[in-house]
């Protein structure tokens, strides 16, 4: 994991060296650009501005050392690196706030995105992956299978405008909230009142960012079971004269379930602090997508790198944490034993 996320954070902040338009550029550029729109008028009719005089390498130098461009990049990697160990990301350049807090401003809209798409893709992906897999071949599972297939097949955000244009208004049914994570007067509304309301303006984002995970995890779940339901134990299990219900939850389940729990970790941390860039945008939310895509073309290099860090650190863990999930449902793995 430490050479891991090491080797992430060299690789782009050797990448954020090269790319044209840094923040030193993009203040000489805001300076130059406001003398040409605010500079004076002199009584002969030319106008002043700053940038008719050029910036004086004073200036730039100014520029530099506030944002710590005047010290060689190998120092600047080992005093961010340093930083960073300690959960200090800096400042931002262009909100002008702490990282930290720029990313707690924005974690509820993900957190919110991604607590709904978990919850609706394992409580409905595997009853009804079981459920397809126990009738397959039959009417049910064809008519299923066609339809979490098609809704595969169209990505997010186009099914989010489909989704606005028939119940948000824009062109049919005026049913769901376009903006925001609740209306404007929540804060008059009873607690219920908060409550549903904040479903509601859920319904539209949840659904477009869902769909395509929960095809794949019904999919997975089904073709897990009929692998299981194929194999020998069963054939012995049903022969012992036990119930359909006992064989498939008592013996099935337990064997079929294991790679779905084992990605459960990983989906878990994923959902709740990862963002869609597409679908914040499509539904005015904003969340971390927006965030991520907004620092990089303003080249906001401490909300770009720490928030790297934080999210790479974050997906290392679940990746561990799957791996440990392993070993905790299926018996069968020992790391110990592969080692000797």
Same mark, same amino acid.
């Given at each position: 994991?430490?050479?891991?996320?090491?080797?992430?954070?060299?690789?782009?902040?050797?990448?954020t060296?090269?790319?044209?338009?840094?923040?030193?550029?993009?203040?000489?550029?805001?300076?130059?650009?406001?003398?040409h729109?605010?500079?004076?008028?002199?009584?002969?009719?030319?106008?002043?501005y700053?940038?008719?005089?050029?910036?004086?390498?004073?200036?730039?130098?100014?520029?530099?050392?506030?944002?710590?461009?005047?010290?060689?990049?190998?120092?600047?990697?080992?005093?961010?690196?340093?930083?960073?160990?300690?959960?200090?990301?800096?400042?931002?350049?262009?909100?002008?706030?702490?990282?930290?807090?720029?990313?707690i401003?924005?974690?509820?809209?993900?957190?919110?995105?991604?607590?709904?798409?978990?919850?609706?893709?394992?409580?409905?992906?595997?009853?009804?992956?079981?459920?397809?897999?126990?009738?397959?071949?039959?009417?049910?599972? $064809?008519?299923?299978?066609?339809?979490?297939?098609? #809704?595969?097949? !169209?990505?997010? @955000?186009?099914? *989010?405008?489909? /989704? %606005?244009?028939?119940?948000?208004?824009?062109?049919?049914?005026?049913?769901?909230?376009?903006?925001?994570?609740?209306?404007?007067?929540?804060a008059?509304?009873?607690?219920?009142?908060?409550?549903?309301?904040?479903?509601?303006?859920m319904?539209l984002?949840?659904?477009?960012?869902?769909i395509?995970?929960?095809?794949?995890?019904?999919?997975?779940?089904?073709?897990?079971?009929?692998?299981?339901?194929?194999?020998?134990?069963?054939?012995?299990?049903?022969?012992?004269?036990?119930?359909?219900?006992r064989?498939?939850?008592?013996?099935?389940?337990?064997n079929? $379930?294991?790679?779905?729990?084992?990605?459960?970790? #990983?989906?878990? !941390?994923?959902? @709740?602090f990862? *963002?869609s860039? /597409? %679908?914040?945008?499509?539904?005015?939310?904003?969340?971390m997508?927006?965030?991520?895509?907004?620092?990089?073309?303003?080249?906001d290099?401490?909300?770009?790198?720490?928030?790297?860090?934080?999210?790479?650190?974050?997906?290392?863990?679940?990746?561990?944490?799957?791996?440990?999930?392993?070993?905790?449902?299926?018996?069968?793995?020992?790391?110990?034993?592969?080692?000797?």
């Open positions: 994991m430490v050479p891991t996320l090491f080797g992430v954070m060299l690789v782009t902040f050797i990448i060296q090269f790319v044209p338009g840094g923040p030193v550029e993009k203040m000489m550029a805001e300076i130059e650009g406001y003398g729109d605010g500079g004076e008028v002199s009584s002969g009719g030319s106008r002043l700053r940038g008719d005089s050029g910036l004086e390498g004073e200036k730039l130098e100014e520029l530099k050392k506030l944002y710590g461009f005047d010290k060689p990049p190998a120092e600047r990697f080992i005093t961010m690196m340093k930083h960073y160990l300690v959960f200090d990301f800096g400042e931002s350049y262009y909100y002008h706030k702490s990282v930290v807090e720029l990313v401003s924005r974690m509820p809209v993900s957190m919110s995105l991604g607590l709904w798409s978990f919850l609706i893709v394992y409580g409905v992906c595997i009853p009804l992956g079981i459920k397809k897999a126990v009738v397959a071949g039959s009417r049910f599972d $064809i008519v299923s299978s066609t339809i979490i297939l098609v #809704g595969y097949a !169209i990505p997010g @955000f186009v099914l *989010g405008v489909i /989704l %606005i244009v028939l119940f948000g208004g824009g062109s049919f049914w005026s049913v769901f909230p376009l903006r925001g994570l609740v209306s404007d007067n929540w008059g509304l009873s607690f219920t009142g908060k409550i549903l309301d904040y479903l509601w303006h319904v984002p949840v659904t477009a960012s869902s395509g995970s929960l095809a794949v995890m019904t999919m997975l779940t089904k073709n897990s079971f009929l692998e299981e339901i194929r194999k020998q134990y069963v054939v012995t299990a049903r022969a012992k004269g036990l119930s359909e219900s064989v498939l939850y008592g013996h099935i389940f337990k079929a $379930i294991i790679p779905i729990i084992t990605g459960f970790p #990983g989906f878990f !941390i994923a959902s @709740f990862t *963002g860039l /597409l %679908i914040e945008t499509i539904f005015s939310l904003e969340g997508g927006l965030l991520a895509y907004e620092s990089v073309l303003n080249r290099y401490p909300v770009v790198l720490g928030t790297l860090y934080f999210f790479t650190l974050i997906g290392l863990f679940s990746r561990l944490l799957s791996d440990l999930s392993y070993v905790m449902v299926d018996p069968r793995i020992s790391f110990e034993a592969a080692e000797g």
